[in-house]
DNA sequence: TATTTCTTGTAAATTTTTTACATAAATAAA
DNA sequence: TTTATTTATGTAAAAAATTTACAAGAAATA
């Protein structure tokens, strides 16, 4: 029993019951978490039913029996409503606005988790390894986002650069070889002058790896398109957690093409590290 | 029974455990997996203790009986385990490394979000709200928290800035006045550098706020520390999650300088986003 | 309408948990 | 050290909860 999707499982299952056992199943779905603390008599009673019709309830629905049935759920419904997508409202606490926030970034990175195209990002991988040259392009929160990027590849000894300027990206983009790579950067997946800086690098024979939400622009314009969609209240405050996942996605590139380059890289780092120590005390 | 950290509490109630109740807690800590698929006399037998033992116990750890025990150790399980810091192997597939970027973020934002000191959060709130002017260091990766920083806190309406250059946060700091604000990032906590530059904003009369790991130089010479600890495996790639704990806690921050600043703030938001939107297509 | 099949509930059986109590162990007092 | 008292633990019985077996009733088909 997987309980990932118990309550969906009853739902597809709905058709296949019987009119008692749909009963059942009709007060578990509108009452899930009353139902976890309740003995099979207390159902039954409550949905109206017998006792043995929950048991075959149960089955119905792949668990073992009434005890299994309420452990997938209790653990279903623990795994899921933590975290959401709560506004921030001027009379929180704290303690609130923190856990908020906290949460909201967390609902957002399992979203964006799932929803990836990971033969995208494979590809993206592969072009990145076979690039002589890798930019960075982002405005505005984006361009911190590059920056981080830029930082991260430049470990893994890849000529990198980020660049939040229009000037200096399209200098930059015209100046690109073929197979290089542009990993362009955006919340709103519709800032123009990025999209003016991608056409000119693909006019230079260069790859555009697109950061942006699914559909929009950007995502459409770009050879390889990693779509990330974090919706968020982006009206109210400046996108909060979308940055957030869009350098969780720049980790996994980065990965990835560790990963590629193989354990010679290992010994870079170590030296890397060690040079670092000196500028730290301790 | 609050699920979220009932293995917490065992571990809390250990102490006050009579010799064989402590078995029972040692069993289930051991193996808390296996303990909710099994019957009291399961339980008992593996423990080898009594089955009144095992009730016995869960009364102990705050549970009405073993069946609400159980109930409560699954909801735990289930909302936790799917995460965790994991590292990334070479062998990896596209879909593992992903999952475990992701899940060892998500991992990472939690412990960061319930280890939090709240009252320090407070503190640099009111320590931004007040200052003439805030100010953003940091080196490497965290020189790209910073910009995200500044970003972040222009669009309150505040004048911020950010420097990862060492000249200029010397040059920057000693022109600071009584009150203002600078905000030290660093993910080692130990970069000498940051530490000098933290030195004269506090000869110049500035508060200095320190996002850092707690116990490390940077975060003791801080006014307000504000301590983050995302272990993390940093020898082998690039600090991964522990920036983006610094991303979230600055969020933190500025919801909390919003709410402070009040209202007047969603008209001078709405017109930014309202200048932004000449700036895109659709 | 009669027959068959399917559905559902009653009641019994089984399993599981909990309680009551007795014994053993440990501690404290003499 | 010995004895009394308290505390801890297990055995066995009781209670509670779940599951099975079966029969009655409803629905469907001939």
Known sequence: MKPAQLTQTISDTMVDLRKSERKVAEFVLKEPL????MRIVDLAQQAGVSEPTVVRFC???????????????????????SYGQIAV???D?????????????VDTLLKVRDSLALENLEAAVAAICNAQRVEFYGFGASAAVAFDA????????????????????????TSLQTGDVVIAISQSG??????????LVKQSGGIVIGLAP????????????????AKEDIQIYTPLSSRIAHLAVIDVLAIGVAQKKGPQLQAHLQQLQSGLSSLRVG
Not at 93 to 105: A, G, Q
């Open 93 to 105: 606490s704290t303690r609130e606005y923190t856990h908020k926030v906290f949460d909201s970034t």
């Open 34 to 37: 009353g139902v976890i603390r």
């Open 190 to 199: 519709r800032t123009q002058a990025l999209l003016d800086s991608m056409e």
């Open 150 to 173: 830029q930082h991260k590849f430049f470990r893994l000894q890849i000529t990198s650069a980020a660049y939040s300027d229009p000037h200096l990206q399209n200098m930059s983009a």
């Open 89 to 91: 409202t001027d009379k």
């Open 59 to 81: 089955r119905a629905v792949g668990c073992h029996g009434f005890q299994d049935f309420k452990l997938a759920l209790a653990q279903q419904l623990a795994s899921s409503p």
């Open 214 to 229: 699914s559909g929009t622009p950007i995502a459409r314009s770009a050879n390889i398109a990693i779509e990330i969609d």
